[in-house]
């Protein structure tokens, strides 16, 4: 499993690359909890880095994104 401040990093650089991105997303916005589990869930599975970690996360939201269209 990987720290728990790994962890924390990993979402907010994930939320604020998207949010970057996606500019008319809300900051309390619900894709950020899928967000928070998708992340946990992948870092229970092995232990990986704050970078490749946040490379998941944004990833996971252009799904997301992709899924509304």
Known sequence: MVD???LKNA???AWTVYRARH???DAQDSRRCLLER???SRSEARRSDTEELAGF???YLQR???DES
């Open 4 to 6: 728990e401040a790994v």
């Open 11 to 13: 979402i907010e650089t």
């Open 23 to 25: 500019s008319d997303v």
């Open 38 to 40: 998708h992340l946990h």
């Open 57 to 59: 996360g944004i990833a």
């Open 64 to 66: 997301l994104a992709g």
